[in-house]
């Protein structure tokens, strides 16, 4: 029996430093991943005050260079791992690449996707929701209770 080292939580851990790097900047940190063949393509976190750009999320600025790196605008044999449940406009840039998974960690009972009732990704992409929540929403606590 083989026993793989590229698991969910091997690549949320790697999302999970992308988040780091946000909150070292005063971004919300939110972080994301794309894999590949077992491989990270792109590694992102929010730029939104740095840039100046509502537009700038983890998961928006991972879609731009993982697309990028692989020369084309599909990513549909690729997985997005993500801090948080991408909110309904990253959901949207993901249906638009195909992402063939998406897989977050805590959810986002506020502004994310599922709060929506209409389907927003790509109807063939897997969402797995919920890997290593707790320090993917532990990440967020702290960072908002400094803001308080």
Known sequence: ??????TDEYFMKQALKQAELAFDK???P????????NQIIARAHNLTETLNDPTAHAEMQAFTSATDFLGGKY?????????????IMCAGAAYWTQIGTIIFGTHDPKRGFQKVNS??????AMVKGGVMSDECEQILQIFFKQKR
Do not use: N, W
């Not at 029996?1 to 590229?6: A, N, P, V």
């Open 1 to 6: 029996m083989t026993q793989s080292l590229f």
């Open 26 to 28: 005063d971004e919300v």
């Open 30 to 37: 939110v972080g994301a991943v794309i894999v590949h063949d």
């Open 75 to 87: 990513l549909q044999k690729a997985r997005l791992y993500v801090t948080l449940e991408p909110c």
């Open 119 to 124: 389907p927003i990704i790509h109807p063939k």
